[in-house]
């Protein structure tokens, strides 16, 4: 049996008929076409799913499409400004060398967003734990901890 | 002035798309496409009695269900071993799907087609499998002793056996030299599985279009995946192509082809009419598809009053898992790698590969040198402790010396040529990494302790790569080169040579990889070499056109082609900036045309070129386009090389490891871009550290993997990495034209050495075995 739901994703209403163990990380990538939402393990440990629901990080794999009918989303597709431009986020990522392959990288984009809202200059041993959710397998890390202190600095610039 | 971007930190190419969810991973394509999944052995060793799909055949969205006796002859062969070697007598790989016997637990039995993946996983579930059970290898031990074998045809599980032997100076083996040492040594070494374990696992697409088949793949190799699919499928080459898009990490694994889903899937592709698609899942990803590190090392050594090594005698037993298809380049890159930066007096190595009823070994990132590397390191620790030296002092009265290169090692390396050096400074980076660390004045204390770890890394093997450069008529440059990428900034690094090279600006360089449509020779990715290889391959390929362009330009001009120079794309007369043409123009006379499509192609149309009447508009010898096409094709590997050294502190009562500081002294050559060279050691000394501390495979019994998740496989978080400082030092490769060596593996290679080096002084417990947990430490304190 099939439900009928709607997501707001990214500021937009979206409609998907899915079963009831459609997990949210497919209804993104393969209903809505969102593939910017990656899966690394389909068990809730390495956070490349990571989701914003209702403004807080989730991992979309252990959620079920069906659960979170008429909630907020927000995916990596949607963190740039309106007219394009990279978040501050975004931006330190770059700038800071703060991925390689990229797999990983929208998981991480989402809990710092997250992090930052919460807790906007946050100490180095704020930023570890912050972000000690999600694996990388090429970084190392320090690069994406650089990026997070970078991060808050551009939106403190740009507040 | 043409900017030089060669060496500059340039922001990467790749981030923005990678940044904003429009990456193009194999997951991401192919929407439409049918799924595969699989039904995998449960058994380490069984024998396969019976199939029954009957209870599968209601599931709704199920399209076809193959099993090993549905498939085609020469689809169903078994899959080639890639490197074949005298000493692998006894090479053997696995069918695509099983054959009657299962080897391990994971290996495909089944392929299930279907409309979507829940619903191939719904028809896995309910097809009944019929094992009978045999006994399981499990353990370099178990398998050396043979009572059981892996394959009934290889007799003690023995799939290999090398030694190989240089003599000292004057002629005395190894052994001899031992015997009459003034001081000598003997111990034992382990060193556990890890794996890869990129974040993306692999995956393949297939589309067929009643002609022409396009596979994408996660793969480190798109044109070898072409070839094995043609063999495999018995299609013409040109017929094929291979595409890489992006990929979400390799380390290794994924060089490893054609995997059983790259032949089957696209084989279901054709048989359907369908596209087909499958992604791997993790657990598969650590059930099927390829582990590394195991070895046991037995190791005796001879020495003199100064540490130097007489003799060094090395016996490996190496696990190679249930299959060889990569051969046996594992242990020989232990066996010569091993050496390092010394030159013991006399040395001999002897490898046994066996088999066991687990995952295949394949090469992941430092390929067997970190193995290599955790002996040879352990020697000299364990020299300096029997000597009452300084460590590093042991290692300096070993080294080679910076005026003894080019430096014969006396052995063959994993690319059939000879193990020669070809550039380095040693003593210099000793010197560079001691103060970095603070080796001097560092202060001991029980449960404080530093350690130290030094490699050598043979990069950039052949046989070779290519580049292809294009300039069209936009001004745009289009680089293109076979090999593959999975998160190294080739598009990066590759356009910064081609911007230095040809003087553009780095803005209309774009860079394509691992596409067999726009370049279908090459190698791929893997032993450090893509920097090596396609870099110079690249840079050659730009000579070639600038070469071309400035001749075309300088008939435009009517000036001497010495007297141009290429700046921000336009060619001008030197010291004459207004006698200049754009490389856009020089694109557009470079290719005589007979139709127009916009202002700046009109002007090389029929009737408004000056070109000489008597003379065919493409002079003899030349060809139309400014475009050039080249290959690099080394003599020889280069040497890369490294020292690293860590401080630690031990828990006295939990005997929790912390890592309080880590060090890196780095030497690749000329680096093209240091911000990428950087994030590259980060990545391996991180994945270096959940060797040496955390990750393990845990293998019951029964040959069950019990940490298949990652939830129980510890790979480490931002919590368990120490910040890195890194140092570089700068020894050009004389053997290519860019000057440059490798950087891709280096960060990982001698981390567990390092480790193990910095434990046993913060301990003064020894520590022959890898990774060490708490509780390890603990048992060993207790003794």
Known sequence: MEHEITLVVNGTARRARVPARRLLSDCLRHDLGLTGTHVGCEHGVCGCCTVLLDGRPVRSCLTFAVTVDGAEITTVEGLADRDGRMSAVQRAFAECHGLQCGFCTPGFLCTVTALLKENPAPTDDEVVEGIAGNLCRCTGYQNIVKAVHRAAELLAEEA | MTTKLFGAPVQRREDPRLLTGQGRYLDDLGRDALAAAFVRSPHAHARVRDIDVSGALDVEGLVAIYTWEDLPERVGRALPLLIPHPALTHGRTAYPLARDVVRHVGEPVVMVVAADRYAAEDACALIEVDYEPLKPVVGIEEAVQGAQLVHEDVPGNVGAHLVQEVAAADGRGAREAIETS???????????????????????????????????????????????????????????????????????????????????????????????????????????????RGQVQYVRVGFDDDGRVLGLDVTILHDHGAYTPYGIIVPIVTSTQLLGP?????????????????????????????????????????????????????????????????????????????????????????????????????????????????????????????????????????????????????????????????????????????????????????????????????????????????????????????????????????????????????????????????????????????????????AEGEEPGLEGRDYYSPIRSTFAAGMHAAIVETDPDTAEIKVLRYAVVHDCGRLI??????????????????????????????????????????????????????????????LNPLGIKGAGEAGVIPVSAVIASAVEDAEGIEINRMPISPSELFELRMG
């Open chain 2, 182 to 292: 003034p001081h000598t040594l003997a111990f034992r070494l382990d060193i556990e599985r890890s794996a890869s374990m990129p974040l993306e696992g692999r995956g393949v697409y297939a589309r067929w279009d009643g002609r022409d088949l396009r596979v994408y793949s996660s793969t480190q190799t798109s044109t070898s995946v072409r070839m094995a699919v043609a063999a495999a499928l018995g299609l013409p080459l040109p017929q094929v192509e291979v595409i890489a898009p992006d990929v979400g990490g390799g380390f290794g694994v994924k060089i490893v082809h054609p995997w059983p889903e790259e032949v089957l899937v696209p084989w279901a592709a054709m048989t359907l009419g369908r596209e087909v698609k499958w992604t791997e899942d993790r657990r598969e990803h650590f059930v099927s598809s390829a582990h590394e």
């Open chain 2, 342 to 618: 010394y030159k013991p007096g006399a040395y001999r190595v002897e490898f046994t590969a066996v088999y066991t009823n687990t995952v295949q070994v394949t090469p992941y990132r430092g390929a067997g040198r970190p193995q290599g590397v955790f002996c040879m390191e352990r020697t000299m620790d364990k020299i300096a402790r029997y000597l009452g030296k300084d460590r590093t002092e042991v290692r300096a009265a070993n080294f080679i010396r910076p005026d003894e290169f080019p430096y014969d090692q006396g052995m063959t390396f994993q690319d059939g040529r000879p193990l020669i050096y070809d550039s380095g400074n040693y003593p210099e980076m000793l010197r560079m990494i001691k103060e970095l660390i603070g080796w001097d004045t560092f202060e001991r204390r029980p449960g404080l302790g530093i350690g130290i770890g030094c490699y050598v890394e043979g990069t950039g093997v052949g046989p070779y790569e290519g580049g292809h450069v294009q300039i069209t008529s936009d001004g745009r440059v289009h680089v293109s080169t076979g090999l593959t990428s999975q998160g190294q900034g080739h598009e990066t690094a590759f356009a910064q040579i081609a911007a230095t090279e040809l003087g553009v600006p780095i803005e209309r360089v774009s860079v394509v990889t691992g596409d067999t449509r726009r370049f279908g020779y090459a190698v791929g990715t893997f032993a450090s070499r893509a920097a090596v290889v396609s870099g110079n391959a690249i840079a050659l390929a730009c000579r070639k056109v600038r070469e071309k362009a400035l001749r075309i330009a300088a008939d435009a001009l009517e000036a001497d082609p010495g007297d141009l120079d290429i700046a921000d794309g336009i060619v001008h007369v030197v010291g004459a900036p207004s006698a200049a043409v754009p490389l856009s123009t020089v694109a557009v006379l470079a290719n005589p045309l007979r139709y127009a499509f916009d202002e700046e192609t009109a002007k090389a149309t029929q009737f408004a070129t000056a070109a000489a009447p008597d003379r065919p508009p493409v």
């Open chain 2, 673 to 734: 871009n240091p911000m990428i060279v950087e994030g590259q050691i980060h990545g391996g000394v991180a994945q270096g550290i959940g060797g040496a501390l955390y990750e393990r495979m845990v293998y019951d019994q029964h040959g069950q993997l019990v940490n298949a998740s990652f939830m129980d496989f510890l790979m480490p978080y931002a919590t368990e990495i120490p910040r890195v400082e890194t140092g570089h030092l700068e020894t050009p490769s004389p």
